[in-house]
T-cell receptor
Framework: KAGVTQTPRYLIKTRGQQVTLSCSPI?????VSWYQQTPGQGLQFLFE???????NKGNFPGRFSGRQFSNSRSEMNVSTLELGDSALYLC??????????????FGPGTRLTVT | GESVGLHLPTLSVQEGDNSIINCAYS??????FIWYKQESGKGPQFIID?????DKRQGQRVTVLLNKTVKHLSLQIAATQPGDSAVYFC???????????????FGTGTRLQVTL
């Protein structure tokens, strides 16, 4: 079974631009979560989608948005990029959304550099 | 590969020895905990989990211990191997019993270096 895939793997953008990152979950997984990873802040939760609905959102500004399609693939968008948005963006998929025991599978991430 | 964290605490262990990685969590209401392993250039990989109604859980070569009194979690790796070299994160889930969305809060991570 193929794992979580993220595209692109590396991206360089200029401050003020916008960017769209893509995530394809494991086949059959309906929950997709996005995380931002930086050396200073570690892993921080951005948002979670389940059945095309945003179920939970972390403490990030409105410049960060996402969506999920009917095939469970998800995209996240960052508008008006700032230097501080440089990070590794990780997508994770799981069978379902919920607080009970589950396994969340991460993709390799997209490394975004804002200059 | 990616640098997960430039200033992470580092644990150096000799191959074959046991490793113990510690984590202090923040919320006494957290009901579920996970340990992840992240190798350079890869996303975090699930290792083992434990629910708050347990104090110990064993997997293959790994054991997680939970001490709710002091809000402390530890990961024990038996017979550490070079392939265990990675950054290890604990995560707590404060999803409660709502049955819908969940959210993980991650610890800062510990880098495990296995020496030969």
């Amino acid at each position: 079974k193929a794992g979580v895939t993220q595209t692109p793997r590396y991206l360089i953008k200029t401050r003020g631009q916008q960017v769209t990152l893509s995530c394809s979950p494991i086949s059959g997984h309906r929950s997709v979560s996005w995380y931002q990873q930086t050396p200073g802040q570690g892993l921080q939760f951005l948002f979670e989608y389940f059945s095309e609905t945003q179920r939970n959102k972390g403490n990030f500004p409105g410049r960060f948005s996402g969506r999920q399609f009917s095939n469970s693939r998800s995209e996240m968008n960052v508008s008006t990029l700032e230097l501080g948005d440089s990070a590794l963006y990780l997508c994770a998929s799981s069978l379902r959304s919920g607080p009970v025991r589950y396994e969340q599978y991460f993709g390799p991430g997209t490394r975004l550099t804002v200059t | 590969g990616e640098s997960v964290g430039l200033h992470l605490p580092t644990l150096s262990v000799q191959e074959g020895d046991n490793s113990i990685i510690n984590c202090a969590y923040s919320n006494s209401a957290s009901d579920y905990f996970i340990w992840y392993k992240q190798e350079s250039g890869k996303g975090p990989q699930f290792i083992i989990d434990i629910r708050s109604n347990m104090d110990k859980r064993q997997g293959q070569r790994v054991t997680v211990l939970l001490n709710k009194t002091v809000k402390h979690l530890s990961l024990q790796i038996a017979a550490t191997q070079p392939g265990d070299s990675a950054v290890y994160f604990c995560a707590e889930n404060m999803g409660g019993n709502t049955g819908t969305a969940s959210k993980l809060t991650f610890g800062t991570g510990t880098r495990l270096q296995v020496t030969l």
